[in-house]
């Protein structure tokens, strides 16, 4: 019943997807392990191995996908990549794995260019819906209410509210939520055109919505602890991590979000899992397998006790308890998602979220160059700053700049070396701010709190309601100075801005944890590889 519940699903929609329902992201974050590394997580011991690339979502389901490789006799290796990640190694023919299990059947879509993927089944299913602080949700009158994507618009423009969302460009919840506020703005459920994303009324109000982004992310996971360590409004998430969230809010004692589903735009996320075609019959048959186990009754009912879904009419009772009504869960509600639009519709409205009509990025680079990054360090800081400001590179990753975005540069050793500005936020002008940094020797030692703090200062000087403000700060090395000088700033100023580290040669990561705590921020793991981290830290803003 449950296959033919999702196979139904599949052919009326392509779903999109979940960008993470459940796993604590720490502050430190695992880098993406490339398929020459060895695998994020392992399970079973059976002769053969199928390798997995895998959405970090599933992180969670880590037991059962053990407990389901043990029973059918194989290993299963796990690399745990972000969605544009697994669409491009598709792309590319995922010649070092034998499954894909992204978020979304939409990536399915958009990188199996060369119909590698047979076999692919959802493994669960969970909304996308708007979490908002109980308090907040009665005071708008949207407790016990069907709610529309123009009611929170209208909220949003009254000031009554704003909220926490992932990048469209890098996580599936945040495509998700917006390809259904592109629908309900539009007043259809299906069938979304280039024609459509050109409509000037729906320009204006879809700039006016997500003007109201207060934080930005790329990681679904990582927005709930975000959201649970600061003070914020309202997230939009899945409903699996609104409730991994409120269990651990009703614990602290503190106020519980309330769940809206926005009836003109609701989005659900699948979690296909598909076989990677490389001709090995033996390979396909242990993944079989392990795809069976993982269908079970047993292992779907173990998913669904995690606040997944495993069917759209709403879910067992032995695991009711977990959807609790007390926070706006509506598990009798038979959910309706939109239609996803093809392929180029998709890739041109991701492409105009990402240039035109997503709140403008303030992003102030502080880049290390003391005397320790000569040689390869700096050869690989720079070819990092040319993936992310030379814009033919950058659109590869959805990562483009955005129309009225800002970008700065401080370079240090142990003072500053200099501070550089894009003029504008045109191709021309990044590409000569790049050329700029690429101009630069290192030199000298190290200190990362005054870049950090000279950061903070500028970025002050604008107005911090129009953009989403970030600091990135990569370094090699562990600072000489006293962060007293860090700890004025903040005293000055407040911690509103994110300061994102990125880890690199023999850098202290606890000195980095700490601006990453003190700013509600994260810090990346460079050493494997820095182009990635940088790729990676640019989807948060």
Same mark, same amino acid.
């Given at each position: 019943?449950i296959?033919?519940?999702?196979?139904?699903?599949?052919?009326?929609?392509?779903?999109?997807?979940?960008?993470?329902?459940?796993?604590l992201?720490?502050k430190?974050s695992?880098?993406?392990?490339?398929?020459?590394?060895?695998?994020?997580?392992?399970?079973g011991?059976?002769?053969?191995?199928?390798?997995?690339?895998?959405?970090?979502?599933?992180?969670?389901?880590?037991?059962?996908?053990?407990?389901?490789?043990?029973?059918?006799?194989i290993?299963?290796? &796990?690399?745990?990549?972000?969605?544009?990640?697994?669409? #491009?190694?598709?792309?590319?023919?995922?010649?070092e794995?034998?499954?894909?299990?992204?978020?979304? +059947?939409?990536?399915?879509?958009l990188?199996?260019?060369?119909?590698?993927? %047979?076999h692919?089944?959802s493994?669960?299913?969970?909304?996308?819906?708007?979490?908002?602080?109980?308090?907040?949700a009665?005071?708008?009158?949207?407790?016990?209410?069907d709610?529309?994507?123009?009611?929170?618009?209208?909220?949003?423009?009254?000031?009554?509210m704003?909220?926490c969302?992932?990048?469209?460009t890098?996580?599936?919840?945040?495509?998700?939520?917006?390809?259904?506020?592109?629908?309900?703005l539009?007043?259809?459920?299906?069938?979304l055109?280039?024609?459509?994303?050109?409509?000037?009324?729906?320009?204006?109000?879809?700039?006016?919505?997500?003007?109201g982004?207060d #934080?930005?992310?790329?990681?679904?996971?990582?927005?709930?602890?975000?959201?649970l +360590? /600061?003070?914020?409004?309202?997230?939009v @998430?899945? $409903?699996?991590?609104?409730?991994?969230a409120?269990?651990?809010?009703?614990?602290?004692?503190?106020?519980?979000?309330?769940?809206?589903?926005p009836?003109?735009?609701?989005?659900?996320?699948?979690?296909?899992?598909?076989?990677?075609d490389?001709?090995d019959?033996? %390979? $396909? $048959?242990?993944?079989?397998?392990?795809q069976?186990?993982?269908?079970s009754?047993?292992?779907? +009912?173990?998913?669904?006790?995690?606040? #997944?879904?495993i069917?759209a009419?709403?879910?067992?009772?032995? @695991?009711?308890?977990?959807?609790?009504?007390?926070?706006?869960?509506?598990?009798?509600?038979?959910?309706s998602?939109?239609? &996803?639009?093809?392929?180029?519709v998709?890739?041109a409205?991701?492409?105009?979220?990402?240039?035109?009509?997503?709140?403008?990025?303030?992003?102030?680079?502080c880049?290390d160059?003391?005397?320790?990054?000569?040689?390869?360090?700096e050869?690989?800081?720079?070819?990092?700053?040319?993936?992310?400001?030379? *814009?033919?590179?950058?659109?590869?990753?959805?990562?483009?700049a955005?129309?009225? $975005?800002?970008?700065i540069?401080?370079?240090f050793?142990?003072e500053i070396?200099?501070?550089?500005?894009a003029?504008?936020?045109?191709?021309?002008?990044?590409e000569?701010?790049?050329?700029?940094?690429?101009?630069?020797?290192?030199?000298?030692?190290?200190?990362?709190?005054?870049?950090?703090?000279?950061?903070?200062?500028?970025a002050? @000087?604008?107005?911090?309601?129009?953009?989403?403000?970030?600091?990135?700060l990569?370094?090699?090395g562990?600072?000489?100075d006293?962060?007293?000088?860090?700890?004025?700033a903040?005293a000055?100023? /407040?911690?509103d801005?994110p300061?994102?580290?990125?880890?690199?040669?023999?850098?202290?990561?606890? *000195?980095?944890?700490?601006?990453?705590?003190?700013?509600?921020?994260?810090?990346f793991? /460079?050493? %494997?590889?820095?182009?990635?981290a940088? #790729?990676?830290?640019k989807?948060? @803003?």
């Open positions: 019943m296959k033919k519940i999702t196979a139904i699903l599949l052919v009326l929609c392509t779903i999109l997807s979940a960008g993470g329902c459940g796993a992201a720490s430190f695992d880098s993406s392990s490339g398929s020459n590394e060895a695998p994020t997580f392992t399970a011991s059976g002769d053969t191995t199928i390798r997995i690339l895998s959405g970090s979502e599933n992180r969670e389901l880590e037991d059962i996908i053990a407990d389901c490789a043990e029973n059918a006799g290993r299963v290796e &796990m690399d745990y990549q972000g969605s544009v990640d697994i669409m #491009r190694s598709l792309r590319d023919g995922a010649g794995y034998d499954a894909v299990w992204p978020a979304s +059947s939409i990536w399915l879509s990188g199996d260019t060369g119909h590698l993927i %047979k692919s089944q493994v669960s299913l969970t909304p996308v819906v708007f979490g908002i602080r109980q308090s907040l009665e005071e708008l009158g949207f407790v016990g209410k709610v529309s994507v123009n009611d929170i618009l209208t909220a949003i423009t009254d000031g009554k704003t909220f969302m992932t990048s469209a890098q996580s599936n919840s945040g495509a998700s939520a917006y390809i259904g506020f592109l629908y309900a539009l007043g259809k459920q299906e069938g055109t280039e024609q459509d994303l050109q409509d000037k009324s729906l320009q204006e109000k879809i700039r006016t919505l997500l003007n982004v #934080r930005s992310s790329g990681s679904s996971d990582w927005l709930k602890d975000m959201f +360590s /600061g003070s914020y409004d309202a997230m @998430n899945y $409903e699996c991590l609104i409730i991994d409120n269990e651990q809010l009703e614990a602290e004692g503190r106020e519980p979000l309330y769940v809206v589903y009836y003109d735009g609701l989005s659900l996320a699948d979690s296909p899992l598909g076989y990677a490389h001709g019959d033996a %390979k $396909e $048959e242990a993944f079989l397998a392990f069976d186990e993982l269908m009754p047993d292992s779907q +009912s173990r998913i669904e006790a995690t606040g #997944r879904r069917t009419n709403g879910v067992s009772d032995e @695991n009711r308890e977990v959807f609790n009504p007390a926070w706006g869960i509506d598990t009798d509600r038979i959910l998602p939109i239609q &996803m639009p093809d392929a180029e998709l890739m409205a991701l492409n105009l979220y990402q240039t035109n009509f997503k709140k403008p990025s303030l992003n102030i680079y880049l160059f003391s005397g320790s990054m000569t040689g390869t360090g050869e690989q800081l720079k070819e990092a700053m040319s993936q992310i400001l030379i *814009q033919e590179n950058a659109e590869k990753n959805l990562l483009q955005n129309d009225g $975005e800002i970008n540069a401080i370079l050793d142990d070396m200099d501070v550089l500005y003029k504008d936020s045109s191709a021309a002008s990044l000569s701010l790049y050329n700029q940094i690429a101009d630069f020797d290192t030199r000298g030692g190290t200190d990362i709190y005054t870049p950090a703090a000279l950061a903070y200062e500028i002050h @000087n604008y107005d911090l309601s129009q953009y989403t403000p970030a600091v990135i990569m370094t090699d562990q600072s000489m006293d962060p007293d000088v860090f700890e004025d903040l000055e100023y /407040g911690n801005i300061v994102f580290s990125i880890t690199f040669g023999d850098a202290d990561p606890s *000195q980095l944890e700490e601006l990453a705590d003190e700013t509600n921020a994260r810090v793991d /460079g050493t %494997k590889n820095l182009t990635e940088f #790729r990676n830290v989807g948060y @803003n």
